[in-house]
C-alpha cells in the first residue's frame, strides 16, 4: 500500500510546529524563565536549543524520512533489537499526552466559565477546590470529578476527529490550529505590553541573573524544556516525517521549526511577564511576589483568571485566551496519537486508520482518568517529573548512541546533504557522536543524585519509588519486551 502524504511542505512545517508549539511554550517556557534567573535562562536555553534541540531534531527529520517508517521501524531497520527505542520514545509521549489531555480538559471547562468569570475573585480557591477537588496533602485519589472527566472526553473526542483518517485529516486540520493560537497569542501580546504596569514585568523577565548560570539545575531545566517544547524522543518527528518524500528537504525544515518555537515561546514570556506587570501595579506589590506562585498549572488557571478578569472587556479576553490554549495544545496532543498510530499501522497495515486511532485515543483517555481524581494534581506533577527530566533525555541518549555509533553519523550526514537546501557541516557528527550523549548523561546522573537526597517536590519517597519510578520501569520493561518478542519487518 501507498504510504500517505504531507500535501505539501508547508503543511508538514504546520504540523511539525503546531507539535512543537503548545502548552509548553505559553506555561512551561516563562515559568521556567521566571524562576532561573530571568533574561539569563534564555542563556542557556539558546544553548541547548543549539546543541541538543536542532541536531536532535534533524535526527528524528532524517531518519524518519530515510526509513519511511514510525519510530520502531525506523530504528528497528538498523538492528531489530533497537526498536525498543521506539517503544521508549512512544511510551513516553503517551505519557505525557495522557495528563496533558486532562490539562486541556480544564482548559475546556474554563473556556466555558469565561463568558460568567465563573471564578470569583478567589481564582485560587476555586481553581483547587472546586474544579480539582484538590485533596489536601493526601495521596488518596478519592474519587473522579465528573466536570473534568465529561470534558476529557471531549477532548479525546476532538483529538479523534482530527487524526481519524490519519495524514489526511491532520494537513486539514492543522491549516487552521496552527496559525489560530499564534494570531491570538500575538493579540493578547499587544494588550499585554499596552497594560499600564506591563514594563516592570517584563524588566523582570528579562533581567538576567548571570549567577544562576552556575546552577547545573538551570542547564537540566533547559535541556529538558528543549526536549519537551519540540517534541524530541516522543517519536512524534520521526513519524510525522515518515510522510515525507525520501526527497524532501531536512535541515532547513528542521531549523524553521526551531526557530518558529523559541520566537512564540519567548513571545509568551512576553504575554505571562506584562500581564503580571499589570497585576503587581493593581495590587500594589513587586512583580517578584508572583514568581513562587507561576509555576505550572497555577499560572493558567489561578493567576491569569485573576489578570483577566481586572482588564477591560474581561469575558473577551478570557475567552480568547483559553481558546489560544485549547487550539495551541490540540495539534500537540494529536500528533503524539499519530505516532502511536504511525507505529501500529507500520507494522499492522491491514488494520483500518480509523480503528487503529480510536483504540489509541479510547486507551489515553483511561490511562488519563487518574488525573481527574481528588489527588489528579499530584500524580498529574509526579508523572510529569519523572518522564520530563528522565524519560526523554533517556530516550534522546539512546537515539544519539544508536545512531553515532551503530548505524553511522556519517551516513546519515550525507544522506541529509543529499536532499537539504542547507548543508551540514561535521560538526554535527561530533555533536550526535560525542558531545549529546555526555551532556545528557551528566544531566540525567546530576538529577538521579538531586531526587535521591531530597524527594521531588516533598511527596513520599515511598509514592515516589512507586509511582514515579515505576512508570518509568515499566516504560523500559515494555518497551525491552515490545522490541525482543516481535519479529523483524522484512
Ligand atoms: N511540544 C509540546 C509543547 O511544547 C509538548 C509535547 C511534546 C506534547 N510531546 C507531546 C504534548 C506529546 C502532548 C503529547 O507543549
Not at 166 to 175: F, H, L, P, R
Not at 345 to 368: E, I, N, W
Request: aromatic share 14%.
Amino acid at each position: 500500500m501507498e504510504r500517505a502524504r504531507w500535501t505539501s511542505r508547508t503543511i508538514f512545517l504546520f504540523a511539525a510546529i503546531g507539535s512543537a508549539v503548545g502548552l509548553g511554550n505559553v506555561w512551561r517556557f516563562p515559568y521556567l524563565a521566571g524562576r532561573y534567573g530571568g533574561g539569563a535562562f534564555l542563556v542557556p536555553y539558546l544553548i541547548m536549543l543549539v546543541i541538543l534541540g536542532v541536531p536532535l531534531l534533524i535526527l528524528e527529520f532524517a531518519i524518519g524520512q530515510k526509513m519511511q517508517l514510525g519510530a520502531t521501524g525506523s530504528f528497528g531497520r538498523i538492528k531489530h533489537k533497537l526498536s525498543s527505542i521506539g517503544f521508549g520514545a512512544i511510551l513516553c509521549g503517551f505519557g505525557v499526552c495522557s495528563y496533558y489531555a486532562v490539562v486541556m480538559a480544564w482548559c475546556l471547562l474554563y473556556l466555558i466559565f469565561s463568558f460568567s468569570l465563573k471564578w470569583g475573585v478567589d481564582t485560587e480557591g476555586f481553581f483547587l477546590n472546586q474544579i480539582l477537588h484538590l485533596s489536601p496533602q493526601s495521596l488518596d485519589m478519592g474519587q473522579v470529578v465528573t466536570p473534568i472527566l465529561f470534558s476529557l472526553v471531549v477532548v479525546w473526542m476532538a483529538v479523534y476527529f482530527s487524526i481519524w483518517k490519519g495524514i489526511k485529516s491532520v494537513s486539514k486540520v492543522v491549516t487552521v490550529t496552527m496559525p489560530l493560537p499564534i494570531i491570538l497569542l500575538v493579540v493578547l501580546a499587544i494588550r499585554g505590553v499596552t497594560l499600564p504596569g506591563s514594563l516592570e514585568g517584563i524588566v523582570h523577565y528579562l533581567k538576567p541573573n548571570f549567577s544562576a548560570l552556575l546552577d547545573l539545575e538551570v542547564w537540566h531545566a533547559a535541556a529538558s524544556q528543549i526536549f519537551f517544547t519540540l517534541s524530541i524522543a516522543f517519536g512524534i518527528m520521526i513519524a510525522y516525517a515518515s510522510y515525507k518524500h525520501e526527497r524532501s528537504d531536512i535541515a532547513k525544515s528542521a531549523i524553521i521549526t526551531s526557530i518558529v518555537n523559541s520566537a512564540i515561546s519567548i513571545v509568551a514570556g512576553f504575554v505571562v511577564f506584562a500581564t503580571l506587570g499589570y497585576m503587581a501595579k493593581q495590587e500594589g506589590v513587586q512583580v517578584s511576589n508572583y514568581i513562587s506562585q507561576i509555576s505550572g498549572p497555577s499560572l493558567t488557571f489561578i493567576v491569569f483568571p485573576k489578570i483577566l478578569s481586572l482588564i477591560p472587556f474581561a469575558s473577551a479576553f478570557s475567552v480568547l485566551f483559553f481558546v489560544m490554549l485549547f487550539t495551541l495544545a490540540i495539534d500537540s496532543a494529536f500528533s503524539l496519537v499519530e505516532a502511536v498510530c504511525t507505529v501500529v499501522s507500520d507494522k499492522y497495515p491491514h488494520l483500518r486508520r480509523q480503528d487503529v486511532s480510536m483504540y489509541v485515543c479510547v486507551t489515553g483517555f483511561v490511562a488519563g482518568m487518574i488525573f481527574t481524581t481528588y489527588a489528579g494534581l499530584y500524580y498529574l506533577d509526579v508523572a510529569d517529573h519523572y518522564i520530563t527530566h528522565y524519560g526523554l533525555l533517556f530516550v534522546g541518549l539512546l537515539e544519539a548512541i544508536a545512531i553515532g555509533w551503530l548505524y553511522g553519523v556519517e551516513e546519515l550526514r550525507l544522506y541529509i546533504n543529499s536532499v537539504s537546501e542547507i548543508r551540514i557541516g561535521r560538526w554535527w557528527n561530533v555533536l550526535i557522536k560525542y558531545i549529546i550523549p555526555v551532556i545528557l548523561m551528566v544531566l540525567l546522573a546530576y538529577t538521579f543524585i538531586k531526587d535521591i537526597n531530597t524527594p521531588y517536590g516533598g511527596y513520599p519517597q515511598k509514592i515516589l519509588w512507586i509511582y514515579g519510578w515505576g512508570i518509568l520501569v515499566v516504560i523500559g520493561l515494555i518497551s525491552y519486551l515490545l522490541a525482543h518478542f516481535s519479529a523483524p519487518k522484512r
